[in-house]
Structure formats: C-alpha cells, structure tokens
C-alpha cells in the first residue's frame, strides 16, 4: 500500500487510521513491557559478581532485579508518544498501563489459589503440590513491594511526561537528546529513590545510609541504560514522521499529532 504523498491523518488500513493504529502499537509494547516487567522484576541477579567498580559506592556484587532490563523500555515509548502524538495521549498511555498491572496482579492472585492438578508434575522430581509451590513462591508480591513499585511507576511515569515538555519548552524544541534524556535521568532517579525509600526499610529493616548506597548504585546503572536508548528514539522517531509522512523540522514547537 503506497502512502506517499497523503497527509498523516487521511492514511488508513482497513478503515482504522495509520497514525491512530501506530499509537495504539507503542501502547500495546508499553503496556505488555510494563507487565512483564512486574512479573519478571521478582528475580534478583547480581552484577559485577567480582566486585564493583570504583565508580561506584559499596562493595562486593550488586543485587539488581531482572526488571532493570525491560523498565527502560516504557519509557522510551512514552517518549515517543509525546513526541509524536503529545501529552494527553502519553498520559493515557501512563494511565493505561497502571490499570493493566493492577488487572494482572489480581489474575495472578486467582491462579495461585486455584487448586493444582494432580497432572502438573515433573516426573521423577516434582508432584503437584511442589510445582504449586513454586508457582506461589515465583509470584509471590510482598506488600511493601506493591505499594512502592505501584506509587514509584506512576509517580516516575508521570513526572518523565511533564518533564520531557519542560525540556521541550526550555530549548525551543531543539536537541531531542536533551527533552529525552534530561526526562528519563530525572523521573528514573524518581522511581529509584521511591521504591528502594519505601520497600528496603519495611521489608529488611535497612539503615539510611544503607538505603542511600542502594538507590545510587542502582541509579547509575540506569543513567547508562538511558543513554543507551538515545540513538533508538532518535530512529524511532524518523520511522514514526516517515510513515506518517510527517515533515521533517529541525526545532518543533509542538507534537505535530497532539
């Protein structure tokens, strides 16, 4: 199907607009990522095994959860969005995502108490009241960790849409790399001071000094994993204006979508 030539809100496949159906593709990724980020955020797994860096405080392996690799990935999207398409729709997008966390967290709450069948087993090593074992103990929530993740995400996720319109604003729409990542570095140090603030002091009774080494490891760890992704917004972006047939404009004021 060819395109060119039409204006972005005129192109359609099969009857549902291009520019509508993209955005409704990244808020499906964010919200999928989002998920998966909660369910595979229960494992832990230590970085820099040998020891850490000198750059960074503390000692000895850092323990980080697996969802430090995906996370980034939902803020990338908002990114996008509010590039392209503006705030409200970013916001939704935010919004969104928090409904489906709270519907899956209470999903799983309901296959954990479902009784197990006696054909779910590994022979010769687990019957089924082990394996459900393992199910509950795999999707097991602490409620500390709950309350913080839940008000340290939408806090965080909030936060990186105001901001990366503040940025927008203070260069006059010049500089992406700036809007993108003067957002991200910020509202990620938001959410790491929330969730490791609230849930290391309830859960494992650490000290503030303690808490402060957590949240600055971790958070440089995420500087780095943001500036790793300014290159992808960057081509994200020419993908989205391309189809779109969006023009290009070296300091826009506004999403052009918004």
Not at 64 to 83: K, N, R, S, W
Not at 160 to 175: E, Q
Not at 209 to 216: D, F, L, M, R, S
Request: glycine letters at 8%; a negative charge; aromatic letters at 12%.
């Amino acid at each position: 199907m060819n395109f060119a030539n039409d204006p972005a809100g005129s192109r359609t496949v099969r009857g549902m607009s291009l520019a509508e159906g993209l955005y409704a593709g990244l808020t499906a990724l964010f919200c999928v990522v989002l998920v998966l980020t909660n369910i595979v955020g229960v494992k832990l797994f230590e970085l820099f095994p040998d020891g850490r860096p000198g750059w960074m405080p503390g000692s000895g392996p850092l323990a980080l959860t697996t969802g430090i690799i995906t996370y980034p990935v939902t803020f990338l999207c908002t990114d996008l969005v509010a590039e392209i398409w503006g705030r409200r729709r970013a916001q939704l997008m935010v919004w969104l995502g928090f409904g489906l966390s709270l519907a899956m967290l209470g999903i799983v709450q309901v296959a954990k108490a479902l009784p197990p069948s006696d054909i779910w087993a590994i022979e010769g090593e687990l019957d089924a009241a082990a394996m459900q074992h393992a199910f509950v103990v795999t999707f097991q929530f602490p409620a500390e960790l709950l309350f913080a993740s839940m008000l340290a995400y939408l806090t965080a996720q909030l936060f990186d849409v105001h901001l990366y319109h503040f940025w927008w604003r203070v260069t006059r729409g010049r500089h992406m790399w700036i809007r993108n990542n003067g957002s991200t570095w910020i509202s990620q140090l938001v959410d790491t001071c929330v969730v490791n603030g609230i849930f290391l002091p309830l859960a494992f009774g650490m000290g503030f000094g303690e808490v402060v080494e957590v949240i600055v490891a971790v958070y440089l760890c995420k500087l780095v994993l943001a500036a790793l992704d300014t290159p992808v917004i960057y081509l994200g972006r020419f993908l989205l204006r391309k189809a779109l047939g969006l023009q290009h404009e070296d300091a826009p004021l506004e999403a052009p979508l918004a």
